[in-house]
């Protein structure tokens, strides 16, 4: 038998599954250039929204490229598998949770703060994917 009712084998099947999963993301991800150019606009985006609302205290730039990553990942997931509507629906309450939870908890701002780095960081992708366009535009 296994750890509380749960066989060691089905843990292992598990696991094997997550790693087979994990390495095939990392190698759709290295040969995915759009990916890493939009990890990068979301982390300069979401670091300047979040030090605008919650000032000195922020966190360290490495935690907020793991927020933008997971952001862009839970964001591409669910373009992938729902209409664009809904998982725009999705993927913008994810990000305010993982704003709220993550950069700005221990800042008093709350949810409204959590909305408010959501829709600068948002408005700052905007103008990063704008000029990003307008870049690859003149120059390919």
């Keep these: 038998m296994g750890v509380k009712g749960i066989s060691l084998k089905v843990i292992t099947y598990v696991f094997g599954a997550l790693a087979l999963a ?10 995915n250039l759009i990916f890493i150019v ?4 979301m982390t300069i985006a ?5 030090s605008i609302v919650v000032g000195g205290e922020l966190k360290k730039l490495g935690n907020v490229f793991i927020i933008s990553f997971l952001a862009v990942v839970i964001s591409d997931l669910c373009f992938t598998f ?14 305010l949770v ?8 221990d800042h008093d701002s709350g949810w409204f703060g959590a909305l408010c780095a959501e829709v600068m960081s948002q408005i700052f992708l905007l ?14």
């Design 46 to 50: 979401l670091y300047a929204a979040s």
């Design 127 to 140: 103008v990063i994917a704008t000029i990003l366009a307008m870049a690859r535009l003149f120059l390919f």
């Design 38 to 41: 939009n990890v990068i606009a």
């Design 82 to 95: 729902f209409q664009q509507f809904i998982a725009l629906c999705i993927s913008l309450f994810v990000l």
């Design 22 to 31: 994990v390495c095939g993301f990392i190698g759709f991800i290295a040969y």
């Design 98 to 105: 993982i704003i709220r939870y993550s950069l700005i908890k």
